[in-house]
């Protein structure tokens, strides 16, 4: 794909949640990103940024949204985040959940794109793309 001033930029889009494929040792936190790299068989040079949802509520504290972008931060990795505030079928997010999404971003200095995914998928896709790489 293409940054918006038309640089190159390969990415690694993950289609599932960490906590999706189970909260096993294998899917922990600390095991963020190389879990996916060794099941694709790639590594840090083969891309430049990693796309990846997580799960605002989970049943184990240790498996956490925070925890992954936390770890991904001391990997090195700049963290964004967007985070639904309406969902597909038009119901709302807990109110809480998204309080506490915004709070963290602002504790941790992230760029934050709320998004009404019930929207045109492309639009709110734009929304995102110019909220946190413009």
Request: aromatic share 8%; hydrophobic share 35%; proline share 5%.
């Amino acid at each position: 794909m293409k940054s918006l001033d038309g640089a190159e930029i390969k990415a690694l889009v993950i289609l599932s949640s960490p906590q999706e494929l189970g909260m096993t040792e294998e899917h922990a936190p600390k095991n963020f990103p190389e879990y996916f790299e060794d099941k694709l068989a790639i590594d840090r040079e083969n891309y430049d940024i990693i796309v990846c949802p997580l799960e605002l509520s989970v049943t184990n504290p240790a498996y956490d949204y925070k925890e992954y972008i936390k770890v991904a931060q001391r990997k090195g990795f700049n963290s964004r985040m967007a985070a639904i505030t309406k969902h597909w079928n038009g119901t709302e997010e807990n109110k809480e959940k998204t309080k506490g999404v915004q709070d963290f971003a602002s504790k941790h200095h992230k760029q934050l794109a709320l998004v009404d995914a019930s929207e045109d998928p492309n639009v709110a896709a734009g929304k995102i793309r110019q909220t946190l790489y413009p």
